[in-house]
Every structure is written in C-alpha cells, then in structure tokens.
C-alpha cells in the first residue's frame, strides 16, 4: 500500500470549493480506479492535508494516465494559493480502525 500526502494554503472563502472538489476527486478515483480513498485535514497551522492510498503507486501512476480531465479539477485548483510538495509514504505499521 502507498499513500500520498498532500498540503495547500487554500484561498480564504474558498474552502468549502476545495473541499467539495478533493471529495469528488477522490470518489471519482475510488469507483472507477481502484483508489482506497482519501481523508482531507485541516492544520492548526492553518494548511489542508490530505493523503490518498493507493494499493499501490504503479496502480495510482495507471489511474491517473487513464482518467480523463476531470473539470472539477479546476475548481480545486482555483481554490488553492499555494501548494507544496507532495510526499510519498510506504506502510510499516498501521494500528487504524
């Protein structure tokens, strides 16, 4: 399993946009190619965080070459003011419910 984290400083008042657009992304990757979902959070430093696992990266690198542009993609990324680098983590112990 392989789960990639995500943080974004989101556009004050577009919140609500960025979270409604990360969900359908995320649902869209779940029912059509084989994601495992994805949680979104928000930081007390003020960042959203969000991670997404994946069965594994050669299965997430395939879905994401053979979906199309999703146009709510867009609204997700009209709602972020900054992005930082994205970080790959591989499962070594996992004690989730």
Known sequence: MMIALYRWKIRVGLEQQFMDAW???????????GSLGSRL??????LFYG??????????SKAFLAAPELPVRELMLAAI???FPEVVLDMEVDHLV
């Open 23 to 33: 969900s359908e992304i995320t649902l869209y990757y779940r029912e059509n190619h």
């Open 41 to 46: 959070h928000r930081g007390s430093d003020g």
């Open 51 to 60: 991670y997404a696992q994946w069965p594994s990266d050669e299965q997430r």
């Open 81 to 83: 003011e900054e992005s």
